[in-house]
C-alpha cells in the first residue's frame, strides 16, 4: 500500500513542473517564492476597505456630530444653523440617523471580516495554534468572517506570551465592538428627546405704556397675584453694611405678552420694554418723639417723627435737607403667644415731605406743577416705607399711651433695625426705613435667555397652613445667597448703557398757563402719570383700607395709609393678601433681609398692576423677537460618546492588527483559498488527512490525541525544501 507521502507527491507537485512541460524556466519558482508586496497580501478588495472603509466612518461622524452639536447649542438658547432648521422642520433627523448608522454598521462589520483573516494569518504564522484548529485558522484566512467566528475554535491561542496575550486582547474586543455596532442606531436614537429650539428673529408688534395709558384704580395689595410672570433682569450684588441693607441696583424689564406660553419660550428680544430700578435700600431711620398707643389692643399704633441721619449711608442723597416729619403708622396685632412673623408697611405722608434719594435714579424725579397746581404723583425723592415688627407680644398688652424711645441692643449694632422699647424701655417694636425708585419708564432693550424659564406656581403646604413661597421667592431672587438667572429661571437683560429711551424725557419745570401751551402742559401731566403707575396706584391701594378707629387723643393726626404683613390672620382689614404676607415673612426669615423681602413683594404687585393694565393698552410698536419651539432632537451626549467611543475602539484595533500583520507575517495571501488549503499539507498533517475524509471534528481530535501526543503548537512556515507548509513550533514562536 502507498505511503500518505508517495501518494500526496504523486497528486501533487507544489513548485515544480514536469520536465517537458512548455512554459516557464526552472527558474521561475524561486521568483514565485520571493517576498509579496503589501498589496498583493491584502488584496485589493481589503485595502479598499480598510482605507475607504475608514473615510466613510470620518465622513458619516461628521454630519450625526454637527446635528448633535446644533441640537445642543439651540438647547442652551444659541441661534442654529437654517440647514439644522429645516433638517429638524421636516423631520429628517431620524432618517438621518438611521442611514448613517446603516452604513457604519456595513463598514464595521466589512473591515471586521478584514480584522478576522488578519487575526488568524498571525495565529498561524507567529503565534501557533493546536492541530486540531489548523484547518479552521488557515481557511479563515481566505473566507470573510466575522471575529466571533475565531471564539467558537477548539482553543484560543493564549499561550502564555505578549503576543498570544495582544492578540486575543484584541479579538475579544473586536468582538464586543462589532456586537455592540449593531445597536449604534439604538444607541443614537437614545439621546433623543423633548427639547427647544430657537428660530431666526420675527418682527412682532408688541403694546407699549404711552403717556396715554391709564391704570385702574384696585385695591391691589388684597388681591392674589394670579401667577408668577417671568421677566428679564440685570442686577448687581446684593450689599449689607453698617446699619444698611441694600439689594443693589436690580433692573428689570416687565415682558409685553399677555400669554404665558409667550414669556416662557422667549428667546430673544429687541424692542420696546418697560423698566424699573427695583433697588431698595433699609436704613436705621433717626426717630424722636415716639408714643406707643395700645389704649384699643385691636388697632395699636405707633407715632413721632422720623428723618435719615445727615452723611450716614453713601447710597442716600440729599439726607442734609431731610427734615423730621411725623407719622402714626399701625402696628399689628398679635393673637399669638410668639411675635414672630407680625409685621406693618407704612407709607409716611403718602411720600409727601421726604427729600431722601437713592443715588443714581433710573428716572428722574422732581415737581412738575401744571397751571401752578402739583403734579399729584410726581414725587420729589424716593419713596420711603416704614417697616415696623413687633419684638415683644407683651408690649403691646399694656392698654395704655406711653411715650417710648429708642432702646439699645445688639441688634441695632451693624443692622438696618432700630429697636424701639416701651415705658420701661423693654424691646416692643423693631423699625427700619426702606426706600425705592418706583419709576418706570419704556426702553428699547435687548434681552436673552440660553436656558428654560419658568413661571412658578405658588402651591398650598397643607402640615404648615401656609402657601409654599420657595419657587416664587427662587424666581425672585430673594433668597441668600444669591442665584444665577438660569437657576432662577429669568432671563437676561442688557445693561443699562445699552438702553435707549422711546419717549422725551420729562423736563423738571413748571408748566403754567404763562410758560408752557395747553397742549405742553397735558403731555407733561400724561407723561408723569405713565412713569409714576406703581406709586399712584399704591396710593389708591394702601389707603383704601385703612378704616381703624383714630382715638380722641389723636384726631389731630391722621394714620399714615399702610398694610399689614403679617404671617397670622386678623380681621383687619388693612391686611394684605396672604400670598404676599407669606412671601414677605419666609423671605425675611430666610435671608434676615428687610429689603430683600420689600423688593419681593413690591415686584409681585407692579407686575400685577402691570400685567392688568397690559390688556386695556392699544398703542404698539415692533420688536425683534424669537421663541423657543419643541421638537425631538437629541439633548444630550450620551449615546453620541459611547458611539465614537466604539468607533475609536475599532479604528485602534484596526490600526494594531494591520501592524502585526505586516510585522509578523510573510506567507499569508489573503483571500486565496487555495494557498490555504494547500499550506495546511505537509509532513506532519499527512496521516490526518488520509484518516479524516469520514470523520467529524470530535473524532479527529480524539484521534490525534491517540496517535500525535506530542504534537504541540503547529504554525506555517518555510519548509527544508523551501515548500510554505505546517511546522510544528516551539515555545518562543520560532519553527523548528
Known sequence: MA???????????????????????????????????VWARLGTSRILILSLGSIILALLVLPLAWLWAESMAAMAGQRPSSAWVSVIEENRITQVVTISTAILRAVFTAQASVATVMFAAIILERIGTPLIDVPFYSTARALNGSPTNLLWSKSMPLHRNGLSILVVSLILVEVAVTLAAQFLSTLLVSDFGNGTYSKTSNTTNVRILSPKSKTMAQSWWSMPPPMSWTFAEESEPYSTGINYDDTGHTYRAFLPFLEKDQRTSLRSFRGPV???????????????????????????????????????????????????????????????????????????????????????????VGPITSNGSLIVGYPQASTMFMLLDVVSRAALWTGMVQNVSVAGGNETESSPWVIVGDGSNNPAVRVTSCMANLGMDTFTADIHSNWETSEPEMSWNQPKNSYNTSATRSQLGAVRPQQSLHDRGVLALSPRSKWRPIFPDVKIAHFDGENASDAEASNALDRAITIWTFPMAFANSL????????????????????????????????????????LFQDTLNQTNSPALALQGVLMRVCQMIYYEDLLRLNETQAAETAFSHAAVIPTRWTGFGVGMGLLGTHLVVMGIVVGLFLRYTRHSLLGNYWQAVSQIYSEETSAVLEQADQMNDDEVECWIKRKIPAAGLFGVALDSDGRVALRVKQLDGHTD
Open 3 to 37: 505511503r500518505p507521502r508517495d501518494i500526496a507527491a504523486a497528486a501533487y507537485t507544489p513548485l515544480t513542473e514536469p520536465e517537458n512541460a512548455h512554459g516557464p524556466t526552472p527558474e521561475e519558482p524561486a521568483a514565485v517564492r520571493q517576498k509579496r508586496s
Open 274 to 364: 418697560p423698566i424699573m430700578d427695583q433697588r431698595v435700600v433699609c436704613v436705621q431711620p433717626a426717630l424722636r418723639d415716639l408714643r406707643l398707643d395700645v389704649l384699643n389692643g385691636g388697632s395699636p399704633r405707633l407715632s413721632g417723627q422720623i428723618a435719615i441721619a445727615n452723611h450716614t449711608y453713601p447710597m442716600l442723597q440729599q439726607t442734609e435737607t431731610q427734615f423730621y416729619i411725623p407719622f402714626m403708622c399701625a402696628l399689628p396685632t398679635v393673637f399669638t403667644l410668639e411675635p414672630q412673623g407680625a409685621t406693618s408697611l407704612c407709607w409716611v405722608n403718602s411720600g409727601y415731605d421726604w427729600d431722601v434719594l437713592v443715588q443714581d435714579a433710573l428716572v428722574r
Open 543 to 582: 389707603s383704601a383700607p385703612q378704616s381703624r378707629i383714630i382715638m380722641p387723643v389723636h384726631r389731630n393726626q391722621t394714620l399714615d395709609p399702610g398694610l399689614i404683613l403679617s404671617r397670622h390672620t386678623s380681621i383687619d382689614p388693612s391686611n394684605a393678601h396672604e400670598i404676599y404676607r407669606n
